[in-house]
């Protein structure tokens, strides 16, 4: 990763660009301690040419907003790329360092703005938005629930055959929870109740925001199953994974953890 500084008299922005790991936070840590020794404590991060992020940058991010807050100065976000969007929304941290479209925007935001950090929706860590592929184990049940005729794949090419679409709620190393409204399935919030009922195995794949990799998968089996209004929500524990997955997951939910933590201390502060 490479950073740049656009400096100015009362602010600094930070254009950063590459892929933003663990082995870089010193490269931040750095220039933010530079722009401040040189009076400077409004500093916006331009996330526009970062490609990846991973949670120990997200700390660093953190450790930022909190030094120059000591210093009576703000840390701010602009442009950040869409994965670096959908990681900060995922994860909660829009509720410490606000986000801008522009660094126009961000740097308009010094000049006496005081509104509060948005609260980055419902949830914050406890809801992540990552699709989850499903589909059942036991296919003559599949077809009971989901005939030929409407089994139109919205997964293109998927070699399981007719895939779920839904969206994931939760992770950690015993399972996973994740929302269905039954796409098109014309499925009635009953029917996928009894689709998915408790004891049901699944196929599922998942992607780990936090991590690069590509999907993982597992066999999960539903041991919740909740039927809402637009579909249903079902909690899975995990049933058959391989290690690579399981060790992928475990830290993925301590990273979670982690973070989790910072930005309780940071709102606490």
Known sequence: MRINVEPSEKHAILHLSGEFDTYYCHLLEEEISGVQKAGVNNVVLNLRMVKFINSTALGAIIKASKSLAGQGGKLLIARPSAFCRDIIEKVGLDRVVRVFDTDEEAVESFRGSDE??????????????????????????????????????????????????????????????????????????????????????????????????????????????????????????????????????????????????????????
């Not at 003559?140 to 679409?165: C, M, Y």
């Not at 004891?199 to 597992?218: I, N, S």
């Not at 899975?236 to 989790?260: H, I, N, P």
């Open 116 to 269: 509060p950090a948005p609260t980055g929706g419902e949830g914050g860590f406890e809801e992540d938005k990552s699709s989850v592929l499903f589909t059942l184990v036991d296919k003559e049940r599949l077809s009971h629930f989901i005939p030929a005729q409407k089994a139109d794949n919205p997964v293109h090419d998927h070699a399981w055959g007719w895939t779920g679409v839904g969206q994931m709620a939760a992770l950690d190393d015993s399972g996973l929870r994740f929302t269905w409204n039954g796409g098109k399935t014309d499925l009635s919030p009953f029917d996928m109740g009894q689709m998915l009922s408790v004891g049901t195995r699944l196929r599922v794949k998942f992607r780990l925001p936090l991590l690069q990799r590509g999907y993982c998968e597992a066999e999960v089996e539903v041991a919740l199953l909740e039927e809402r209004a637009d579909g249903v929500k079902v909690g899975t524990t995990f049933a058959r994974v391989d290690e690579e997955t399981r060790s992928a997951v475990g830290q993925y939910a301590k990273d979670m953890a982690v973070l989790k933590k910072e930005l309780r201390r940071a709102t606490d502060d």
